[in-house]
């Protein structure tokens, strides 16, 4: 049976890396023009998102880590 678990575990290896590269490469090519210039709302929009995603991250690494910090009930 498929557990939620196993999905979060999945999203924190390189299936994660393979999303941030997918995000920024997307960014890259909406943003660049043939004219060289940068449509920068779009960009900004997919850099804030990348942002949220790691810093989603980076939260829920800090509530581990406190988590296993935490006495276990014996």
Same mark, same amino acid.
């Given at each position: 049976? %498929? /557990?939620?678990? +196993? /999905?979060? +575990?999945?999203?924190?290896?390189?299936?994660?890396?393979?999303?941030?590269?997918?995000? =920024?490469?997307? &960014?890259? #090519?909406?943003?660049?023009?043939?004219?060289? &210039? @940068? %449509? #920068?709302?779009? %960009? @900004?929009?997919?850099? =804030?998102?990348? @942002?949220?995603? /790691? /810093?989603?991250?980076?939260?829920? +690494?800090? #509530?581990?880590?406190?988590?296993?910090?935490?006495?276990? =009930? =014996?």
């Amino acid at each position: 049976m %498929y /557990s939620e678990d +196993n /999905s979060e +575990n999945k999203m924190r290896g390189p299936q994660k890396t393979k999303i941030e590269k997918a995000i =920024a490469l997307v &960014a890259k #090519i909406i943003t660049e023009r043939d004219d060289g &210039a @940068n %449509y #920068i709302p779009i %960009y @900004n929009r997919l850099e =804030a998102e990348l @942002n949220a995603f /790691s /810093s989603q991250d980076q939260r829920l +690494n800090e #509530i581990r880590k406190f988590a296993q910090a935490l006495p276990t =009930a =014996a």
